[in-house]
């Protein structure tokens, strides 16, 4: 099944979210196109916003996500999403060497220099309109649109706390691919306690 999913990887629901699509991708033979959005661009955050810095930084490592695929390396994305995410919110670190990330997943170092290139900027833009086009704008991240029995369709969520186990988290996902393949389902929502428990993700 061909997914997309959109993230900024500033989100913890985003990243955790995304450690249980990838659990489950193997087991479900999905392809999964890693797509970009932007909160910084969506929630229009200025620079008296107390998230501006996180946004903007991670808005730019956005730039660098797009010069890789510019560069005929979307299938790299997801480990670089992993690689950016693991120094985000696994050890607590924005402001890393982003030449040096991508050196480790053995992407060229030069795709750093997107980091401060506003051209990717409407590619972003363009891209976050694209899933914002499949839920409406009241949503946050993660997106995700999977192509079903009806064909192209796509919901904000899930979100989780915590990284299901193996069978729960294809549970999880087939429970999902059953909503968003309903005719006329639109929500479900319980008020949310607790945040991220990024205990769960291993760390290899």
């Known amino acids: 099944m061909n997914v997309e999913f959109w993230f900024d990887p500033i989100c913890p629901f985003c990243w955790m979210t995304s450690r249980w699509i990838n659990r489950v991708a ?17 929630n229009g955050m200025d620079a008296d916003h107390p998230f501006h810095a996180k946004a903007s930084r991670t808005r730019n490592l956005l730039r660098v996500v797009e ?20 120094c985000i919110h ?20 030069v795709h750093a220099g997107a980091l401060d290139d506003e051209s990717f900027d409407d590619t972003i833009r363009a891209a976050m309109a694209d899933g914002l086009s499949l839920t409406g704008n009241d949503v946050g991240t993660p997106i995700i649109a999977i192509e079903g ?3 192209r ?7 989780i706390t915590k990284l299901p186990a193996l069978d729960d988290a294809l549970r999880l996902w087939d429970g999902f ?13 319980r008020t949310r306690t ?11």
Not at 26 to 42: G, N, Q, T, V, Y
Not at 177 to 189: I, N
Request: glycine letters at 12%; proline letters at 7%.
């Open 26 to 42: 193997p087991e479900r033979d999905l392809a999964i196109e890693w797509r970009p959005i932007s909160l910084l661009f969506k």
């Open 67 to 86: 010069s890789v695929r510019a560069a005929g390396h979307a299938d790299r994305i997801g480990e670089l999403y992993t690689a950016f995410g693991t």
């Open 90 to 109: 696994l050890r607590g670190e924005t402001e890393f060497d982003v030449a040096e990330v991508l050196t480790e997943v053995g992407l060229d170092p």
């Open 149 to 151: 029995r009806a064909g």
């Open 153 to 159: 369709a796509g919901v904000f969520g899930p979100v």
């Open 177 to 189: 691919v059953a909503l968003v393949e309903t005719d006329g389902f639109f929500e479900l929502k």
């Open 194 to 204: 607790a945040g991220p428990d990024m205990s769960t993700i291993p760390s290899g």
